[in-house]
Nanobody, 125 residues
Framework: QVQLVESGGGSGQPGGSLRLSCDFSGYTYSRRCVGWFRQRPGKEREGVAGINTMGGSTYYAASVKGRFTISQDNAKNTVYLQMNSLKLEDTAMYYC??????????????????WGQGTQVTVSS
C-alpha cells in the first residue's frame, strides 16, 4: 500500500518562503517519479514540480520555475518543495504524488496516480 503524507503547509506572505515535505512508505521509493501538484480555488489540479528519484532530474511548471525547488532525501524517503518568492496566486491545496516506475519523464503530469491527502498553503498580505 503506497502512502504519501504531506506536511509543512500554512500561511505565508508575498515574497516569503515555505517548505513542504512529503514522506513515503509502502513501496520502493527510488523507482518512482515524485511530484507536487496544487489545486487553486476554482481551478483544476495542476502539476507544479516533479523529480526523478533515481537520477535527480527535475521538472517545473512555468508558473513556478525559478521560485520553487523540488529536492529529495533518499535516506529519509522524503521529497521537499521549497517555495520562495511566494505570490498570492500560490494559494492552493498542495498534493504530493507518485507515478509508476515505468514513467520516464517526471514532468508528464497525467502519469501520476498515487496521491497524498494534501496540505493547505495560503499566501496573504
Amino acid at each position: 500500500q503506497v502512502q504519501l503524507v504531506e506536511s509543512g503547509g500554512g500561511s505565508g506572505q508575498p515574497g516569503g518562503s515555505l517548505r513542504l515535505s512529503c514522506d513515503f512508505s509502502g513501496y520502493t521509493y527510488s523507482r518512482r517519479c515524485v511530484g507536487w501538484f496544487r489545486q487553486r480555488p476554482g481551478k483544476e489540479r495542476e502539476g507544479v514540480a516533479g523529480i526523478n528519484t533515481m537520477g535527480g532530474s527535475t521538472y517545473y511548471a512555468a508558473s513556478v520555475k525559478g521560485r520553487f525547488t523540488i529536492s529529495q532525501d533518499n535516506a529519509k524517503n522524503t521529497v521537499y518543495l521549497q517555495m520562495n518568492s511566494l505570490k498570492l496566486e500560490d494559494t492552493a491545496m498542495y498534493y504530493c504524488a507518485a507515478a509508476p516506475s515505468t514513467t520516464s519523464n517526471c514532468g508528464t503530469w497525467n502519469k501520476f496516480n498515487y496521491w497524498g491527502q494534501g496540505t493547505q498553503v495560503t499566501v496573504s498580505s
